[in-house]
Each structure stands twice: as C-alpha cells, then as structure tokens.
C-alpha cells in the first residue's frame, strides 16, 4: 500500500529505507492535503489535530501544540531560517519540526500579517527554492496559499531552483515585499527549512518572526473555540503564481549582473579571469547552482574558465558528507553536513576533514595540475569554501601558516582555508585592486564581520585604516548594521557615521563610508560597491542582504588568474598578507559539539536525543553567559570570573590570568585575552555547541576551545558562591533584552511603501 521510494545509491537507499521503517502506518496514511490536485481546495484545520495522536481517543491527532510551542522557541533565536528534520518520506509528518502542515500555517500566518498592514495594496513577493527532499512540495504549498489570500507570488518558470542570494536581491531590487526561500543551507539532507526574506530582502529579525509567530497563535484560539479553520489553496494555476514576471527578465540574471558589474566584476577583475589560461574547479554540492550560477558567468563572458564538478541536482547531495557509520563508530547512517571545513577526529586521535574526504579528490583531480583551485559551494549557494592542490613539500610551511591539507597521494596534498583565511585574502586582494583603480581613497572603508570571526580581520583592517563593526552570528546581524548605515547616510550625509557595534563600541565610519567587505567565519559573505545600490523605485543601499557564493567566486577567481602569472599559490599570498600587514592572530579554529545524530529517523528518539542535548547546550552557555550578564551589571567583578575559571580548568591546563574581559555578544560569551580570544555560543539551529578561537598559537586556541566548548556547564563551589542561584536563572532573559537592545538601537524603521509594479 506505501510503497517505499528507491535509489540506485545504496546509501541513500539505507536512508530511505531507515525512514520507512520508522514512520508509523498512521503516518503513512494521512491525506491532510494533496497538492497533486491542481484545482482548488480547502484545508480544514480541526481541533483534534492539536492535540497528540491517540489511535482510541484521538485517531485524528496531530500534535500542533507540541509542534509549535518548538517552533515559536526557535523563531526567537535562529540565526538564519527555522530549521528541523523533515520526514523525507511522507512530508505531512507532523512529529518533525519541518512538515507540510506546518509550511502551510507559516505561509497564511505571514501572509495574513502582510494583508493587515497593508490593505488594499498589490502585495508582491518571490519565492524559490534549492534542491532538498520536499522543495518543490513546499514552495507548490507557499506559491498557492499566499494566492489564495490574494498575495502575487514570482517563481522561475517550473519553479526550478535558484540560489538564496538571487532571491534576496530581486526582492531588494524589485521592491517586493519580501521573499520565501526553501533550503537548510549546508545543512543535513533530511533537514531543510523556510527562510524568510523581508522588503530589505534580508532574514527576519526576531521582532519581524515573531509577528507571524502571533498570527499562528491566533489561528489555533479560534479553532479551539470554534472547532476547526478552513485554510484556502488555490488553484495550481491562478494567475497570482506569475512565472511570466521571472521569464522576462530570465530569473533576474541581468539586473544581477548589472550589479555585479558595478561591484566585484569590474573589467580590472574580469580581465585577469579571462586571461587565465588553466581551469578553476566549481564543486557544486547538490547541484543547484548550476542553472544559475553558469548563465552568469556566461553573461560575464568567463564561463570557459571553470570545470563543474555535479552539475546534476541531486537532494541526496552525491553522497557527499554521507557515511555508514556515526562518528562513535556505531553502525548507522550518519551526515556530517555540507560544510567542507567541518573537521572530526578517527579513532587514533588524527583530524581529517569528513566532508570532502567523500568528494573523492584524490581521484578526480589526479589529471589536474598543481595549483589547480578548487571553489566548493553549498545547495543554496550562499557559502565558499576554498582549496588549492599543491606539492607536499609545502606541508611545514602550511603548518606555520595555520592552513590544513588534505593527502591526495604522496606527492600532492589540497590546502583548505578556512573562510577566515580565505576572506581576507579576498579583502586585502579587493582592497589592492580598488587602489590600482584609484578608487580606495574617494570613500572610507569599513567592514562588518561577526565576533565569531578572525582576530586577523582587524589587525588587517586597522592596518589598512579600515573601520570594523562587529555583530552577533548571523548575516540577518549584518544586514541590520547595513541598514542602520544606509540610514544615516539618508538623514545626514555630510556628517560621520558612527554605529555601535555589539561589543558596546561607538565606531566612527567617517562621512559617506562604502562597505569593503562584510561577512563570518562560516563561509558566507557580501562586498559593496562605488556607487550606492538603487531599487527600481528609488531605495538605496551599500550592499546585498544576503550572502553570495557568486560574489566571492569572482573575487576568488580574480586572485587566482593574478598568483599564476607569477607563480605564487593562495598560502604563500596569504603569508604575504600576514608579513605585510604585521599580523599576529593569525590562528583561527571553530569546533562544533554536536550532542545528538540529527539523521536518525526514529522521531521520538530524535526529540528524546534532542531535548537532552538542548539541555547540554544550554548548561554550557549558562555557565559562561550568567558570568558575562554579572559582570556587565557589576554583580560581580573580573577578578571574580577570573577565580571561577582557573578554579574550574587549571585541571585541564588552561589559564585565565591574562583575561581582559569577558562580554555577551548577542548570542554567545566572548572571552577576550591578551594574545587571543574563545568565543562560545549555542547553535541558534541545531543541538549543538559552537566553540571559536583566534590568537597567536593555533595549538592553545585549539585546546582552549575544545575544552571550554566541551564543558558540562556543571556549576562548581566558587561560581555558585559569586552568581547567586535567582540570576542564573534569569541570565538567558536578560541575554535576550541586551540583545534585543543592540539590535533596536539606531534602527531603521521607515515604512516600507508599496510601488505601482510594471510587471
């Protein structure tokens, strides 16, 4: 009767088949909604779907409450997107926090809080997707819900995937009121997830999440009241899903183009590109940004110039970063992600890199020359990650560098760079080409980076007499700071601009600043342009919302052609950027705690698994959070904090004489020390714990991080003696009300009106 779904990959027939197995005959059952049905129809939301299922009393159950009390927790403090598993099977499963019914309710509560703010308008958005397990199903869902309410929806022609960047800038460029974008990014493939873009064509901050949040709330009062909600969905067809709209102006390619033209694909790069006279690698996991991606490059006229590695979409992401056994070495079906700078340790105590080691590039790169580079992006091509083969005669040289490698075989090893490493190569390489252009000195420049990233970024910057702004983790953080910039520079343009940053700084931007460079240690980031950025309508702004692949590609691609003419790889540049620039944090390392296997398809001990971990998560933050809040309202002082964390790992070797401070910074505490500094932040989208370090010694960062990352949370005698029990209690609230502050400060609030559309 449910036939399960095939493969011709064995591992992803084990995936498949580990689902099926799992997903009760209830489940499997359900016919809540059945957009196969092109015509149009009514969902009806009853009360008994709120409550858990019980097959005698309550056959009809759903768990809603449960599922979005989670949800609403989350919507508070994601940092891009509300992520979950999906059950990749049956996407109506609603015991996983991704699932069709849930997609459903999202998209109405927005798009009623939309018709309420702006009644009798023309409400315009764009959606669009990558290529994850159920996209196409919840962008079919979204497209004709907000057509059943009235909401025009622009989608590529057979809605087919486009990256998260195009659909931020179109909702930017053409003045749309926002944007639904489906992906996960370089998360697991069973995970996936709404992002929600708004005017700005930027994430949601929580204020703008939590109005939908609302909505849903609302929804539920009335059905407990009344028994039940009737939701509409239009018609596969209705005339508010316009694909006409994005075949005209082919998905957006020109006006992106044109854009990028204006910033980072001037002629001085694009000629060093197309007088390069090897091959650059694009490795594109998942295969989604292909379709796009290429028809840029051709429209640049550089297209020759790359070799694509899986071009075909594949939601199963090629394998890559997929196993047969966990990191425990348990026999069950395990993804470490997409992230190809994701580092995990064998048994022996060895690090490799678990992602790219199935990217079989000892194979596929064997007829490549040395030197070869290689540019890895995500599914929904916001992220970079950048590697270069090259004689393993360099391995001691990398080793003072910080850079790690990859064997391919005995003579040949792949140096990966960390985005910190790779970013600022990229901006010191812009900064140089802007010079050559003698455009440096019109403007003065300033970057946007999150806590989490390089010491060496400002060392750079402060050498280059370039302002830094830092921010919580998050590219919706730095979206924010963008924003409240373009502001000022509307309300007083021939006076200084001076932002505070999330560290309590006031920086002076000077007058009519231009971003260089914006980003995080994650692999994402945005640069600026000469010229402000117009909207077909008039708005302005200093820099894309989202992250682009795209961009750092073109940059990265420009560097490379310029190293090969004189016979330089991308590490000795980078120890060139660190000699000239007099860098000393030059070391920088993140390790990720993962409490739980997150591809487990049993779903009760996936939540079981999981509310342990969140437990752990937040045992460790509150242990180092409640002494960053104490020490900011002066319950405590320094010395204090001091006493409690050589009391506690003096044990484990470390020492915390030399600390400076220690700050909460929008999502996580930031130890601060002489020669370095560790940040630890909770995931804002999974279990996990995030522990960073940047300083002088990639050793004692290391060893500090995982230490301190790793750590229990359990209170000891000396920190219970100086945080009293009612404030750590507390500390996560008056967390979130600082932050919550940060982000309001200076903010830009104006209006968004709605334009008289052409299309």
């Given at each position: 009767?449910?036939?399960?779904?095939?493969?011709?990959?064995?591992?992803?027939?084990?995936?498949?088949?580990?689902?099926?197995?799992?997903?009760?005959?209830?489940?499997?059952?359900?016919?809540?909604?059945?957009?196969?049905?092109?015509?149009?129809?009514?969902?009806?939301?009853?009360?008994?779907?709120?409550?858990?299922?019980?097959?005698?009393?309550?056959?009809?159950?759903?768990?809603?409450?449960?599922?979005?009390?989670?949800?609403?927790?989350?919507?508070?403090?994601?940092?891009?997107?509300?992520?979950?598993?999906?059950?990749?099977?049956?996407?109506?499963?609603?015991?996983?926090?991704?699932?069709?019914?849930?997609?459903?309710?999202?998209?109405?509560?927005?798009?009623?809080?939309?018709?309420?703010?702006?009644?009798?308008?023309?409400?315009?958005?764009?959606?669009?997707?990558?290529?994850?397990?159920?996209?196409?199903?919840?962008?079919?869902?979204?497209?004709?819900?907000?057509?059943?309410?009235?909401?025009?929806?622009?989608?590529?022609?057979?809605?087919?995937?486009?990256?998260?960047?195009?659909?931020?800038?179109?909702?930017?460029?053409?003045?749309?009121?926002?944007?639904?974008?489906?992906?996960?990014?370089?998360?697991?493939?069973?995970?996936?997830?709404?992002?929600?873009?708004?005017?700005?064509?930027?994430?949601?901050?929580?204020?703008?999440?939590?109005?939908?949040?609302?909505?849903?709330?609302?929804?539920?009062?009335?059905?407990?009241?009344?028994?039940?909600?009737?939701?509409?969905?239009?018609?596969?067809?209705?005339?508010?899903?316009?694909?006409?709209?994005?075949?005209?102006?082919?998905?957006?390619?020109?006006?992106?183009?044109?854009?990028?033209?204006?910033?980072?694909?001037?002629?001085?790069?694009?000629?060093?590109?197309?007088?390069?006279?090897?091959?650059?690698?694009?490795?594109?996991?998942?295969?989604?940004?292909?379709?796009?991606?290429?028809?840029?490059?051709?429209?640049?006229?550089?297209?020759?110039?790359?070799?694509?590695?899986?071009?075909?979409?594949?939601?199963?992401?090629?394998?890559?970063?997929?196993?047969?056994?966990?990191?425990?070495?348990?026999?069950?079906?395990?993804?470490?992600?997409?992230?190809?700078?994701?580092?995990?340790?064998?048994?022996?105590?060895?690090?490799?890199?678990?992602?790219?080691?199935?990217?079989?590039?000892?194979?596929?790169?064997?007829?490549?020359?040395?030197?070869?580079?290689?540019?890895?992006?995500?599914?929904?091509?916001?992220?970079?990650?950048?590697?270069?083969?090259?004689?393993?005669?360099?391995?001691?040289?990398?080793?003072?560098?910080?850079?790690?490698?990859?064997?391919?075989?005995?003579?040949?090893?792949?140096?990966?760079?960390?985005?910190?490493?790779?970013?600022?190569?990229?901006?010191?390489?812009?900064?140089?080409?802007?010079?050559?252009?003698?455009?440096?000195?019109?403007?003065?420049?300033?970057?946007?980076?999150?806590?989490?990233?390089?010491?060496?970024?400002?060392?750079?910057?402060?050498?280059?007499?370039?302002?830094?702004?830092?921010?919580?983790?998050?590219?919706?953080?730095?979206?924010?700071?963008?924003?409240?910039?373009?502001?000022?520079?509307?309300?007083?343009?021939?006076?200084?601009?001076?932002?505070?940053?999330?560290?309590?700084?006031?920086?002076?931007?000077?007058?009519?600043?231009?971003?260089?460079?914006?980003?995080?240690?994650?692999?994402?980031?945005?640069?600026?342009?000469?010229?402000?950025?117009?909207?077909?309508?008039?708005?302005?702004?200093?820099?894309?919302?989202?992250?682009?692949?795209?961009?750092?590609?073109?940059?990265?691609?420009?560097?490379?052609?310029?190293?090969?003419?004189?016979?330089?790889?991308?590490?000795?540049?980078?120890?060139?950027?660190?000699?000239?620039?007099?860098?000393?944090?030059?070391?920088?390392?993140?390790?990720?705690?993962?409490?739980?296997?997150?591809?487990?398809?049993?779903?009760?001990?996936?939540?079981?698994?999981?509310?342990?971990?969140?437990?752990?998560?937040?045992?460790?933050?509150?242990?180092?959070?409640?002494?960053?809040?104490?020490?900011?309202?002066?319950?405590?002082?320094?010395?204090?904090?001091?006493?409690?964390?050589?009391?506690?790992?003096?044990?484990?070797?470390?020492?915390?004489?030399d600390l400076k401070s220690i700050k909460f910074v929008g999502d996580g505490t930031y130890l601060e020390f002489e020669d370095k500094f560790i940040e630890i932040r909770p995931s804002g989208t999974d279990a996990k714990t995030k522990a960073y370090g940047g300083g002088l010694s990639k050793e004692e960062i290391e060893r500090y991080a995982n230490i301190l990352g790793n750590y229990s949370g359990e209170r000891t005698y000396f920190h219970q003696a100086v945080v009293p029990d009612d404030?750590?209690?507390?500390?996560?609230?008056?967390?979130?009300?600082?932050?919550?502050?940060?982000?309001?400060?200076?903010?830009?609030?104006?209006?968004?009106?709605?334009?008289?559309?052409?299309?």
């Amino acid at each position: 009767m449910f036939e399960m779904k095939k493969s011709e990959n064995p591992l992803e027939n084990e995936l498949f088949k580990s689902v099926y197995e799992k997903t009760p005959d209830y489940i499997k059952r359900l016919s809540l909604m059945n957009f196969d049905d092109k015509g149009e129809f009514v969902f009806t939301l009853r009360k008994e779907y709120l409550q858990p299922y019980d097959a005698i009393h309550n056959p009809k159950g759903l768990n809603l409450e449960e599922w979005f009390a989670n949800y609403a927790k989350e919507a508070k403090v994601s940092t891009a997107g509300i992520r979950g598993p999906q059950n990749i099977l049956f996407p109506q499963d609603t015991r996983f926090p991704i699932n069709l019914v849930g997609i459903v309710l999202a998209t109405l509560a927005k798009a009623l809080v939309a018709k309420e703010k702006y009644q009798g308008k023309r409400i315009v958005k764009v959606a669009g997707c990558e290529v994850r397990y159920n996209s196409q199903l919840f962008l079919d869902a979204i497209t004709r819900i907000q057509a059943a309410q009235g909401i025009e929806t622009l989608v590529p022609v057979g809605k087919k995937t486009i990256p998260i960047w195009l659909a931020s800038f179109l909702a930017f460029k053409l003045d749309l009121l926002g944007g639904e974008y489906i992906t996960s990014s370089h998360g697991i493939s069973v995970k996936n997830a709404t992002k929600d873009l708004n005017c700005q064509g930027s994430q949601y901050l929580p204020e703008e999440s939590m109005e939908f949040v609302n909505k849903i709330q609302e929804i539920f009062d009335e059905v407990k009241e009344k028994g039940s909600y009737e939701i509409k969905i239009s018609a596969a067809d209705n005339p508010l899903i316009n694909e006409n709209a994005m075949k005209f102006i082919d998905d957006g390619i020109d006006l992106y183009v044109e854009y990028l033209r204006s910033g980072v694909a001037q002629d001085i790069n694009l000629n060093l590109i197309k007088s390069f006279n090897s091959k650059i690698i694009i490795e594109n996991v998942g295969g989604s940004a292909y379709r796009t991606l290429s028809r840029v490059l051709k429209k640049l006229s550089i297209a020759d110039k790359f070799e694509w590695f899986n071009i075909e979409e594949d939601p199963f992401f090629h394998s890559i970063g997929k196993y047969d056994v966990t990191p425990k070495g348990e026999k069950a079906f395990y993804d470490y992600s997409v992230d190809a700078t994701v580092i995990a340790k064998k048994d022996d105590g060895t690090k490799f890199f678990p992602v790219i080691d199935t990217m079989n590039y000892s194979e596929k790169l064997k007829n490549f020359p040395i030197g070869t580079a290689v540019l890895i992006t995500d599914p929904d091509h916001d992220r970079l990650t950048i590697a270069q083969t090259e004689s393993a005669s360099r391995i001691q040289d990398l080793q003072r560098l910080g850079v790690d490698y990859v064997k391919l075989n005995d003579d040949i090893i792949l140096t990966v760079f960390t985005a910190n490493q790779a970013f600022l190569m990229l901006m010191d390489f812009w900064s140089k080409q802007l010079k050559s252009e003698n455009l440096w000195d019109n403007h003065p420049r300033f970057i946007i980076k999150t806590t989490a990233s390089a010491l060496s970024w400002d060392e750079w910057a402060k050498n280059n007499g370039v302002k830094v702004v830092n921010v919580p983790v998050g590219f919706k953080e730095i979206a924010n700071i963008m924003k409240k910039v373009e502001l000022k520079l509307k309300n007083a343009p021939s006076e200084s601009v001076i932002i505070e940053d999330v560290f309590g700084n006031q920086i002076d931007l000077g007058v009519n600043p231009r971003l260089l460079f914006a980003g995080e240690e994650s692999g994402g980031m945005i640069m600026g342009t000469e010229e402000l950025i117009k909207s077909q309508h008039g708005r302005f702004a200093i820099a894309m919302r989202e992250k682009s692949a795209t961009e750092a590609i073109i940059v990265a691609s420009s560097l490379i052609a310029q190293l090969q003419e004189v016979h330089v790889s991308l590490s000795q540049y980078l120890g060139n950027v660190f000699n000239s620039n007099k860098i000393v944090g030059r070391y920088d390392t993140r390790v990720d705690i993962a409490y739980y296997n997150e591809s487990e398809p049993d779903i009760n001990k996936l939540k079981e698994s999981k509310i342990v971990g969140e437990a752990m998560r937040t045992k460790n933050d509150l242990f180092y959070l409640s002494l960053a809040i104490a020490c900011k309202e002066e319950i405590i002082t320094l010395e204090d904090v001091i006493k409690v964390l050589n009391d506690r790992f003096i044990s484990n070797g470390l020492t915390f004489d030399d600390l400076k401070s220690i700050k909460f910074v929008g999502d996580g505490t930031y130890l601060e020390f002489e020669d370095k500094f560790i940040e630890i932040r909770p995931s804002g989208t999974d279990a996990k714990t995030k522990a960073y370090g940047g300083g002088l010694s990639k050793e004692e960062i290391e060893r500090y991080a995982n230490i301190l990352g790793n750590y229990s949370g359990e209170r000891t005698y000396f920190h219970q003696a100086v945080v009293p029990d009612d404030f750590y209690d507390s500390a996560k609230d008056k967390a979130m009300e600082y932050y919550l502050n940060f982000v309001e400060k200076d903010a830009n609030k104006e209006q968004f009106e709605i334009p008289e559309y052409s299309f």
